[in-house]
């Protein structure tokens, strides 16, 4: 026995006969049913043809190309309508920063102009304040020298007789109610401030005691205290020089100085401040003389 006869063939195992023969015979069956068809049908006859129809989609198409136009159409309207929105909103903020723009410069303006007059006002305040000054300094270095005459004038006849010393008396009073009278008129148009004891500003009390000062009479400072200075006096028996008050005495309110013809000086109020007024617009409660 050969040593390969146990291994089987790699070759492809034959058909058998009797499966060729099968598979002619089917073969040739059909090949013979197909040589009867065509010799039974007509010599001359027309090839047999089929129209299939297709769909319509004609309308289809119409209704969506409509709604495309549509639809463009609308974008282009909202995109006209977001540009004109948008112009209209640019032209109202470049109106609005024009009108501030305007707004600011008027009130720059305004400003410059309204500073302009407050420092031309101010100026000329300071000048007529320094005028003021000015006269008023010469007017008190007159009366410095008028009070300085006097006395050695006064003092230089005392000792001549007794008449005589009594005239001299009489002419110092008179000089110094005179030099009274000089320096309370030389505070006209100052202001009033309760407190103020001057050069400049005065409360009603202050300016008298300063006044009778010039003549070495040191009065008390309030005027409660100056109601009862010196001696009481009776309004229908006023002379220049008297101190008149408003309210009861030791506890009057205002004080002023008579300088005749109806009429006193004083300290008033804030919106008057050194002024000369009538008594018989405001008359006094009583008033005491101290000169």
Known sequence: MSQTAHIPSHRK????ASKLSLRAGVAGGVLSTFAVAGAAGPANADPVTETIEMPTITADLSVAAAQAAAATQRVALDLELQAQHDELRAQE???????????????EEADRKAEAEAKEEARKRAEAEAKERASR?????????????????????????????????????????????????AQLGDAYIMGATGPNAWDCSSLVQAAFRQVGIELPRVSQAQSTAGTQVSLSNLQVGDILYWGAAGSAYHTGVYIGNGQYLDAANPGKGVVIQDLSGYPATGAVRVL
């Open 13 to 16: 195992p034959r058909r058998s």
């Open 93 to 107: 903020d470049a109106a609005a920063e024009k009108a501030a723009k305007a707004a600011k410069k008027a009130k």
């Open 137 to 185: 300094t010469a007017e008190r270095t007159s009366l410095s020298s008028y009070s300085a005459s006097g006395s050695s004038s006064s003092s230089g006849s005392a000792g001549s007789s007794a008449s005589a010393g009594a005239s001299s008396s009489s002419q110092q009073a008179t000089g110094s109610v005179a030099t009274v009278i000089s320096f309370l008129k």
